[in-house]
Nanobody, 125 residues
Framework: VQLQASGGGLVQAGGSLRLSCAAS????????IAWFRQAPGKEREGVSC????????YYADSVKGRFAISRDNAKNMVYLQMNSLKPEDAAVYYC???????????????????WGQGTLVTVSS
């Protein structure tokens, strides 16, 4: 599966953005999908994931209650709705997938076999 993330941009603190992850080459409802992010000088970290089988979702503690992951199987898309954005949310955001994984709150990079290019989110204070 090939993934392409989009939707990043510049937003003021407290604002919202919706990131999109489009897939080609396979249907996303057969994959666990996750969003990761990497800020300058920091390691890539897991943000959220959604499972293929039951649609269960998991979130990093830092984004719980503010971010929401969802999937539209008909459009072969996964979204990350980001609300109440903070300057510390600024990063390059990546979507990733794996067809065999049942994701959980560990959100480990090594579990995902396909990665999209990143989309930059900038949050001004």
């Amino acid at each position: 599966v090939q993934l392409q993330a989009s939707g990043g941009g510049l937003v003021q603190a407290g604002g919202s953005l919706r990131l999109s992850c489009a897939a080609s080459g396979s249907t996303l409802n057969h994959h666990a999908i996750a969003w990761f992010r990497q800020a300058p000088g920091k390691e890539r970290e897991g943000v959220s994931c959604i499972n293929r089988s039951d649609g269960s979702t998991y979130y990093a503690d830092s984004v719980k209650g503010r971010f929401a992951i969802s999937r539209d199987n008909a459009k072969n898309m996964v979204y990350l709705q980001m609300n109440s954005l903070k300057p510390e949310d600024a990063a390059v955001y990546y979507c990733a997938s794996d067809p065999d994984l049942y994701c959980d709150d560990h959100l480990s990079l090594g579990d995902y076999t396909s990665w999209g290019q990143g989309t930059l989110v900038t949050v001004s204070s």
